[in-house]
């Protein structure tokens, strides 16, 4: 065998790991890909609409995004874009320890923290880059973490690179929780930091804040919340659940949701603060958000107090939406908010249930494992304050029509809790 030979089978033999993976995902339907969206062809924006999406020519009346208030194409935030961008040029160019906090980042900063009730406030890069980096730099091995069942995987990715012991508990039970702080507090830990989030992503539902504050604060332990999901739509002047609550320690909002932009934050102590940017290695080693991305966050920072029809225009959707729904047959789980899911159960209905949506011209994915568990598979709509009641009309009819006729053919394998 020649030299080349040689070479062609070291490299065909490195990544037969890779094509095994893929044949298996493949075989279990599990095999994932993207599918870019396009420009719609009535630009310009200032139209505002952020419901429909287009993809391979098709017009899609989107219930996917989490652009809860639409505000990714207001001309607002595209203009305060626009405009740092122009004055500061389109990269940080830097770390922020390094020469990369400009006046904007400071500013935000202070603006953050007032508006969410909290001494201070730190710019990340993204909220999984927060939450898997700052979980890490508030725990050693000898903490506890105790966490809700159901935490988005980067909160997770935290826990797991602390070292810390980790338990979680059932989502949303605080007795669980109250009972594992009972049994765990004699143990000589540290320190008992409990992480969950507001608003669940996958399910809509929320976490009792007035049961868990007392209880954190009963056992001493940290608070550290996730508010992704409610930042701009719930909560005193749209700024989430956890703001203004004393007894929440640290508080992680994100701006690629409601606020229409990209990036995130946590709220917390002047002290805490210090020690992120002295000790967090995801704020340390990273460029700074870049000027234009500080523009439309700061502008979404000043509308959001405003849009209070807005928000309720979503609250009253969401309720008509969950009505409709159970009046097909359709459970939608615990949720109180605009992320309603849609229980199918197996992965492959709700697979179907996603595309038969979509050739009618609607867009709402299935969410299937690992982001869910086993036969909890699930269209996941997330409603915008731009939805009107015809959209919402044209989702329940579709799935309205795909349910009488999987009855017919005597398949109702879709309709959960039957
Ligand atoms: C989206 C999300 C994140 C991640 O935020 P990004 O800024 O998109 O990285 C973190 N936590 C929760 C609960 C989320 O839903």
């Known amino acids: 065998m020649g030299s080349d030979q040689l070479a062609d089978q070291f490299q065909a033999d490195k990544f037969q790991f890779v094509a095994q993976a893929q044949a298996e995902r493949q075989q279990q339907q599990r095999s994932r890909s993207l599918h870019p969206l396009q420009p719609s062809p009535d630009l310009p924006l200032q139209r505002h609409d952020a419901v429909h999406v287009w993809r391979a020519g098709q017009r899609l009346l989107s219930f996917s995004s989490n652009d809860y208030l639409g505000l990714s194409k207001h001309p607002a935030l595209i203009a305060a874009a626009q405009d740092y961008t122009g004055r500061y040029g389109t990269s940080a ?7 990369g906090t400009f006046d904007i980042h400071d500013q935000l900063e202070q603006q953050l923290a007032a508006a969410c009730g909290q001494e201070a406030a730190l710019l990340f890069s993204s909220g999984f880059q927060a939450n898997s980096t700052i979980l ?15 935490v988005h995987n980067s909160l997770l990715q935290g826990i797991l690179a602390s070292r810390a012991r980790f338990i979680r508990y059932g989502h949303n039970d605080l007795d669980h929780l109250h009972r594992l702080l ?11 930091l409990i992480v969950t989030e507001t608003v669940f992503s996958m399910d ?18 940290i608070l550290y919340l996730d508010d992704a999901h409610a930042l701009g739509v719930l909560g ?39 020690h992120l940017i002295n000790t967090c290695p995801g704020f340390i080693y990273t460029t700074a958000l870049p000027p234009g991305v500080v523009g439309a966050i700061a502008a979404a920072l000043a509308l959001i107090p405003t849009l209070t029809a807005e928000r309720q225009t979503l609250a009253h959707h969401a309720e008509l939406l969950r ?15 605009h992320i309603i ?7 492959a209905a709700a697979l179907q249930l996603s595309q038969t949506l979509e050739a009618e011209g609607i867009l709402a994915a299935a969410i299937r494992p690992p982001t869910v568990a086993a036969g909890t598979s699930r269209l996941r ?13 044209c989702l329940i009819r579709a799935i309205g029509e795909r349910a009488i006729g999987e009855r017919a053919t005597g398949e109702r394998s879709h309709v959960s809790g039957g």
């Open 204 to 221: 809509g539902d929320r976490t009792d804040l007035d049961q868990l504050i007392p209880l954190a604060n009963q056992y001493n332990a």
């Open 341 to 347: 899911p849609v229980m199918v159960g197996a992965e």
């Open 323 to 337: 009505t409709q729904l159970q009046a097909l047959g359709y459970d939608s789980g615990a949720s109180s908010t």
């Open 236 to 274: 005193k002047n749209g700024m989430g659940l956890a703001a203004h609550r004393p007894g929440v320690d640290l508080v992680v909002g994100t701006f690629g949701k409601a606020f229409g932009a990209f990036g995130a934050f946590v709220a917390c102590s002047q002290a805490v603060r210090e």
């Open 93 to 99: 160019t830097a770390s922020r320890l390094v020469v």
């Open 182 to 192: 009972q049994k765990q507090r004699e143990k000589g830990y540290s320190r008992i």
């Open 136 to 150: 890490p730099a508030l725990l050693d091995r000898q903490s506890l973490v105790l966490c809700d069942r159901l």
């Open 381 to 393: 709509l997330a409603l915008s304050s731009q939805h009107r009641r015809d959209h919402l009309d």
